[in-house]
């Protein structure tokens, strides 16, 4: 048997007619650049996410630089986030200017840990960017509160938790932007590139669409320096199509999840592996990933084991981003985030993709019981 880490083929089999139309009527069209598909989108996410507002990007990494670039961030300006990420989290508010300080996560969930948050909070921290890693939220009400207190923005990396929920709200409703990423891998992803913010208000949302588009307020006549961030009609014709299915996808990651919890529990109750839990407050998780920890030092044997058995894993993430050669002037050291350098060490993503079928998953774990025995 062969398990891969995901694949998009059944997907794309089950709404090809429907995705090929509204790629033909872009095609027809010959509008490729924003224009009324990349609106619908636009209202449609809005209305999912139960945001007031959502601009459609070229990417995910773009997402979050453009709510940087909103902020209007000045050298020196520091932003809190955490160190357990993808690289473009980090990557971005660099890219805005201002200088990225981690806080350590949560052991459970993988996320920023609030009370770590509070003791990095300088008088130059201007904004904290929570990632809700996995598809599942981060503590947002603590985190709501030190904004509040500070005077601080709140964007969330949302780009692999699209419908997770915190507390019964949608992920990238609670702080003052959400950054999605429509890349393939992602549980909405499109055909290439792309991205989204939501934000609060149709103010907030116009001044993003300015940086959108190089700081155009009318045509040639430029407010500030933006970029070319545009979103194509192409990828939102097919992510209009796609929505409408991601409920009964990230349902099916979800019965996936608990299915492999049954089979995993003799392998737990051994001690060999600590298989993903849900946060202590109320979460919608939606598995964009299912990552279990391997005990014992065994992690790298363990996905060697699986890879040559054809069962795709991978690991996210290999190293803490404080120890990243390109952030070397930012002074981390090895010991500085103990959770996250503990959490480098361990983790592996199994395949947890909606189509995925119970023999394959009672394979993957007869691979790994056979591996521990
Ligand atoms: C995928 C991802 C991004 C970047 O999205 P792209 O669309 O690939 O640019 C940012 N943050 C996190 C946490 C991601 O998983």
Redesign the pocket.
């Known amino acids: 048997m062969k398990v891969p880490l995901l694949d998009l083929c059944p997907q794309y089999q089950s709404l090809k007619g429907e995705i090929l139309e509204a790629i033909a009527e872009v095609c027809e069209s010959q509008r490729f650049i924003l224009g009324a598909k990349v609106e619908k989108l636009e209202a449609e996410l809005a209305a999912y996410c139960r945001s007031g507002a959502c601009v459609g990007v070229t990417?995910?990494?773009?997402a979050?630089l453009i709510a940087l670039m909103a902020e209007q961030l000045k050298p020196g300006d520091e932003i809190i986030t955490s160190p357990f990420?993808?690289f473009?989290?980090v990557g971005a508010i660099v890219r805005a200017g201002a200088k990225p300080v981690f806080a350590d996560i949560d052991p459970v969930t993988f996320n920023i840990d609030p009370a770590k948050v509070a003791e990095k909070i300088t008088p130059k921290t201007r904004g904290i960017i929570p990632?809700h890693?996995f598809g599942q939220a981060a503590d947002m009400d603590p985190i709501m509160s030190l904004a509040e207190k500070h005077g601080l923005f709140v964007i969330e990396?949302a780009?692999?938790a699209i419908g997770a929920e915190y507390k019964g709200r949608r992920v990238g409703s609670i702080g003052d932007y959400g950054?999605f990423?429509?890349?393939p891998s992602?549980n909405l992803g499109c055909f290439g590139?792309?991205?989204a913010v939501t934000c609060r208000t149709a103010e907030k949302a116009q001044l993003l669409k300015i940086y959108r588009n190089h700081g155009q307020s009318k045509t040639y006549i430029h407010e500030y320096v933006g970029g070319n961030f545009r979103l194509d009609a192409l990828q939102a014709a097919v992510l209009s199509v796609k929505l409408k299915a991601l409920d009964s996808w990230s349902a099916a990651r979800q019965r996936n999840a608990a299915e492999y919890a049954e089979l995993f529990k003799d392998l737990e109750a051994k001690g060999v592996i600590v298989t993903p839990k849900c946060a202590a407050y109320d979460v919608r998780h939606i598995y964009n990933q299912y990552v279990i920890r391997v005990k014992g030092g065994k992690r790298d044997a363990l996905k060697a084991c699986l890879t040559e058995k054809e069962v795709g894993c991978a690991i996210y993430y290999p190293l803490s981003l404080h120890l990243q050669n390109c952030f070397r002037d930012l002074g981390g050291k090895p010991g500085d985030f103990p959770v996250t350098e503990a959490a480098t060490a361990e983790v592996l993503a199994l395949p947890i993709y909606p189509e995925s079928t119970a023999e394959q998953r009672q394979y993957v774990r007869d691979c790994i019981a056979g591996f521990f025995a």
């Open positions: 990417s995910g990494s773009d979050l990420t993808f473009a989290t990632v890693l990396d780009c692999q950054a990423s429509f890349f992602k590139d792309g991205g």
